[in-house]
Each structure stands twice: as C-alpha cells, then as structure tokens.
C-alpha cells in the first residue's frame, strides 16, 4: 500500500496546485443570497426554482454539504441519514455495507443519480455510500415517492441525484484534511477554473482506516480500508453549445472481521471478509440551444465496476458493465414547460471464476419514450403530468403514468398532491444477498420471476410563519403511500442455499413527515419525524418489515455567527425495530456536537464529538452467536463504532 499511499500525496498536491494569487472571499451575507437566487433543480428537467415544481424535491445546498463534509468527509453516510424521511441501513457487520431507505422502502427501490444520469445500481450499489464524497457537490436532491417518468420505473421510494460543482469565473483551490479517535484519515483537494469557453475541474482524495473495534469482541465495527478516488472533467461552454466529460475511478480495499487476523496476528484459520473494488465511470453531457428556442439534450455514461470478496472457505468475484444513454428536447412557453425524450439502460453482470448454471450473470436492456409537461394555471395553480413507455428486454413492456398538481395561495403556502406508478426489475444484488456475500444463491431461471410493481401517492403541505424579533418558523408536512405487488424475497432453503421468490401479495408503506425550521439571529433549530409503517401482506397475513424503526426523530440546533464561529448540538431517537426474528430491538438515542472556527478567510478548523453517548448495539447485548470462527452476526439495528472524536482544517485558496 506504500504506493498508494504516495500517490494519494501526490494527486492531492497536484489538484490544489494553481497559479493564479490568492482571492478573498466574499462576505457570507452575498454568498448566501447568491445561492439562494441560483438554486436550480436539475433533477425534474426543467430550469425552474425548487418553489415552482409540483414534485416537491427537496434540495441541501452547498453550506449544508460542507457542514456534513466536516463530519463524514469519506463518504455520504451521515449526509442523508440526517435527513428527514431517510434512514442507512448497514447491512454487514463486519465490512459497514449500508443502503438508503426512503419512506421506510428498501434501498433497491432508490435511485442514486450523478448529475441526472444513473451510476450505482446492481452489484455497485452495495458500498456507492461508502465511495461517494461530499466534498465536490453543489447540491444534493431528493425526490420522495415514484418518479417513474424521468427516470423509469426503478425510483420506486424515489430519488437522490447528486449535482456537482461546475467551474465559476474564479479559480476555486480547496483542500482538506481530517483525522478520527477511530483511526481515520482523510485528505481532499478540488481545483476548478475557467479560461474562456473552456473549464476544468479535478477532484482528488484518499481515505483509511485501521480496523477498529470498540466493544472489543475481536470484531471490526469499523473494518480496515484505503481508498483512492480521482475525478477530473472538462467543460466547453458558449452562447448556444454546452459540452462536459468526465471520468470518475475509484480504487478500494477492505477487510473486516477478525480484529488478530487483520493486523497480522493470525493467519488462517480466522473469520474475515476482504473486498477489493474498481470502479470506473465516465460521464458525457452535450447541451445545445436550437434556432426554434428549445434545448437538445444528450447524456451518456458507461460504468465498469468489479468487485472480489475474499473470505476463510468462500470467493466471489464478478464484473457489471452498465451504461445509459439519453436524449431529450426542452422547450417552454409562458404557461407551459415540456420535455420530450428517449434513453437507453444496459446492464450485464458476469461472475468470475464459475460457470452457468451457477453464475449469477445477469444482462438486461430497457428502452424507454417519455413527455412531461408542467402547466401555469395563473399563479396560484401549477400541474404536472408525463407519461412513460419502457420496454424491457426480459419482462416486455411497462406504460407508467405520473401526476402532480401545485397550488400555492401565497408566497408562504403551498399544497401539493402527486402520485404515480413504477415497476422494478428482479435483480439478484440486494441487500439481503449482501448480507450473505451471495453465497449460496440460485441464479434466476427464465419465465420464474415477474416485475415488482408499484403504486404511490404524497400529499404535501407547507407553511412559513413571520414571528417576533425577526424570527421565522417554516413548517412541511408530508404525507406518503406506496404499495410494491409481487415484492422480491431472498429465501432460505437450509444447507446454506437460497432462492428469491415472491410469496406476498404485496408490500406497502405509509407515514408521515414533520419538518420544521426555526430561525433567529445567529440560531437554528431544525427538527424533523417519520413515521412510516411499512408491512408486506400475504393471505390473512400482515407482517412488519424487519429493521425499519417505525419512528425516527431528528433535532439539531445550531449557534452561527458569521465569518466566526459554528456550533451545532444533535440528538436522534430511533424508535423499537422488528428483528429477522419476530423479537423487537430497543428503542436508542444518539446526541453529537459539532464545531468550525474561522481562523481567516479561506481558512477553519473543525471538531466534532460524534456520538456523545456512546450508543453502540454491542452494549444492547451480542453482535453474534457461535465461535469466533464461525460467526452467525445478529441483525443491525443500531450502531456499531459509538463514540468517535473527528477534526480537521479547511483551507479554500
């Protein structure tokens, strides 16, 4: 690793690296109503602000980001799970494998998105949260419920598209460095600038840790791993043409499990799982503004991800080449916005080192027409509807309607109601085959399975209050139903072999959202609860969905005075958990502090407390039944790493 190492050094001191003289920064005030006047949602296709679309898309600007990136700058974890209507659910003890649940759904039914075009799904999707940083996104957005016209019928729970920084007209150098109690390190460096028509951008970090093991049961909560990620992209942009490229890889080694076998202590026989990945990813986007007014559109990305996992008595390895194409038309006229389109989605999987029947290959093609129109009743009312039309290589054709009306009476409250269907496609990486390394599990056969789909439905109600001494109060209330027939299950057989089936009628979730902000001075109180039901239904049979707290709270409360200082208190509740089982787990609270001062413009340190109470499932009771050789892991309800202390420094040039 000592090359790596070197390497990691060395791409970061070369991304930071300009020559143009130092730039003093604006003052915060411009900056924030700067971005307030640019926040532009990109996910919905057309360039109206986030407080004119009838799909209500929530929208974490760039101070939000870099708030979380103090905490996490490695990875997204702690960017969603903080956000409302989100839980992470860590599928592995041992390796930190996590989804991203939304309205209580499993993570097979999100769609991650960079910037609009699809990238982590599959056998990808399993460590994406892990390999994606924060640290060169201008915004994140996150649509709640089907958005099936857009993007297809796999935004079943929704979607979160990750939108990253686009060179300005000033050179931007930052980099940043953070250690953790928990025996991490990271270090980061972005550099973009602007020279006429063309611009570049270069995102470089490296992260690791050693395996860390709290409760010290010889077990890693946090396993051991370095990672190297390199991003560089370009852009051309003039009156009329708009073109980027971009190549994104990402290199990973991990391993997890016995605590004497990874620092060398023992050979085998031992219990660990040791994952290496390379992901390489190009993206391609061509804009080009026809004579008629409207705007052409292509988008193309192809993704190669391979993964090995190297266990005691048990390999897996395989590679899945995915790639997406899209074209599509904008126009707009004074009470209309549209936009027509075509795309394309190919996967396909191969194991390695096994052969059919066994394998796991998996290959698929799905084209896809699409209209969507948004419509300006006047201004209180706004609508809108698409329609799109897929066609699949394996499962025939899929039509999905979509609808969401807007009505908005004042500047301060909006109503808006949207439904839609969608479908998903069996796909044997899940997070329960996850769970298992895909050990044991029985390829899919022909004709044997059929599409999962799905109905949903969110009523969404939002309203600004003007209070005394200049403080504000905004309140959204959501409401949300979506019911998945014929839902995917991995079964056990016995002897260690599974098979996926759809033995329930249908799987459904239903709940509700309160967010609310508070804003004084230089204080903040965000406070946010789901409640979400999620159930899967068979013949006179209702079940709970194991490992989804039907009720989460989120509270953080934040001092800011400006070009100063930051400090923020947390506290989480999450409530009781059905387990695999049948038994409950208990209910937990997590609290943190978090703190940033600005010693000078372009510069700030970091320290973070995370959480204070130590809440870690290892002090609940076992992590695992059987010997140390041959471990069952009980099911993750709470966290395993407990109490880290996370700081750094910042320095923007």
Do not use: C
């Amino acid at each position: 690793m000592t090359m790596v190492r070197k390497l990691a050094f060395l791409l970061v001191y070369t991304t930071i690296v300009a020559e143009a003289p130092t730039l003093s920064a604006e003052p915060e005030t411009e900056k924030a109503s700067v971005e307030l006047e640019e926040i532009i949602v990109t996910a919905t296709r057309n360039r109206r602000s986030f407080g004119q679309q009838p799909t209500l898309v929530e929208v974490l600007n760039e101070e939000e980001l870099n708030e979380k990136a103090n905490m996490k700058p490695g990875d997204i974890r702690m960017l969603l799970n903080e956000t409302t209507g989100i839980h992470i659910q860590q599928t592995s003890a041992t390796s930190f494998n996590s989804s991203v649940r939304i309205q209580g759904l499993s993570g097979k039914y999100t769609q991650l998105l960079r910037d609009g075009m699809p990238m982590y799904g599959g056998l990808s999707s399993g460590l994406s949260l892990l390999q994606i940083s924060p640290l060169d996104l201008q915004q994140v957005e996150v649509i709640k419920g089907a958005n099936s016209t857009l993007y297809g019928g796999g935004a079943i729970a929704g979607l979160i598209n990750l939108v990253t920084k686009k060179p300005g007209a000033q050179k931007e150098k930052s980099m940043l460095f953070n250690v953790t109690s928990a025996g991490g390190a990271d270090a980061s460096g972005y550099y973009s600038s602007r020279q006429g028509n063309w611009g570049t951008r270069i995102f470089g970090s490296y992260n690791q840790n050693s395996a860390y093991d709290p409760a010290e049961n010889q077990f890693s909560a946090i396993p051991e791993f370095e990672r190297l990620s390199f991003s560089p992209n370009i852009f051309y942009e003039s009156s009329k043409r708009e073109f980027s490229f971009g190549f994104n890889a990402v290199k990973e080694d991990r391993t997890g499990g016995d605590m004497d076998y990874i620092r060398g202590h023992r050979r085998h026989p031992a219990y660990f799982e040791q994952i290496e990945t390379d992901r390489l990813s190009t993206q391609t986007e061509y804009i080009s503004q026809l004579d008629s007014g409207k705007e052409f559109v292509f988008r193309n990305s192809i993704n190669s991800y391979q993964q090995a996992i190297n266990m005691m008595d048990y390999s897996f390895s395989g590679e899945q080449i995915s790639s997406f194409s899209e074209a599509h038309i904008v126009g707009a006229a004074p009470r209309l916005d549209w936009v027509v389109g075509v795309n394309l989605w190919t996967e396909n999987f191969e194991q390695k080192s096994i052969a059919a029947p066994l394998a796991l290959d998996f290959n698929s093609q799905t084209a896809g027409v699409f209209a969507q129109g948004t419509f300006f009743f006047g201004e209180h009312w706004h609508i809108e509807s698409g329609l799109r039309v897929d066609s699949s290589s394996e499962l025939g054709n899929f039509v999905l309607p979509r609808a969401s009306l807007l009505y908005s009476p004042s500047e301060k409250t909006s109503l808006r109601v949207g439904g839609g269907l969608g479908y998903k496609e069996p796909n044997p990486f899940g997070e329960e085959a996850e769970a298992i390394q895909y050990r044991g599990i029985s390829p899919f056969e022909t004709g044997e399975l059929v599409a999962e789909e799905s109905f949903g439905l969110n009523i969404d109600l939002s309203h600004g209050f003007d209070l005394a001494d200049n403080a504000t109060l905004s309140l959204n209330l959501l409401f949300f139903y979506t019911r998945v027939d014929n839902p995917l299950q991995l079964l056990d057989l016995g002897d260690s072999q599974y098979a996926y089936q759809q033995p329930d009628d249908f799987l459904d979730t239903k709940g509700v959202e309160l967010s609310a902000i508070w804003r004084w001075n230089d204080f903040k109180y965000f406070f946010g609860y789901t409640h979400a039901n999620v159930e899967t239904h068979t013949a006179g049979e209702i079940k709970m969905v194991p490992l989804m707290p039907k009720d989460r709270v989120n509270n953080v409360f934040v001092y800011e005075r400006e070009d100063d200082l930051r400090v923020g208190l947390e506290a989480y509740y999450y409530s009781r958990q059905r387990l695999a089982d049948g038994s409950a787990a208990r209910d937990y609270w997590i609290f943190g502090l978090m703190t940033e001062k600005i010693i000078r413009d372009g510069l700030s340190i970091f320290l973070n407390f995370e959480n204070l109470s130590d809440t870690r499932q290892t002090r609940f009771g076992a992590i695992y039944k059987g010997s140390e050789l041959n471990p069952i892991f009980s099911d993750i309800f709470a966290p395993l790493d407990g109490f880290i202390i996370n700081g750094g420094i910042k320095v923007r040039l």
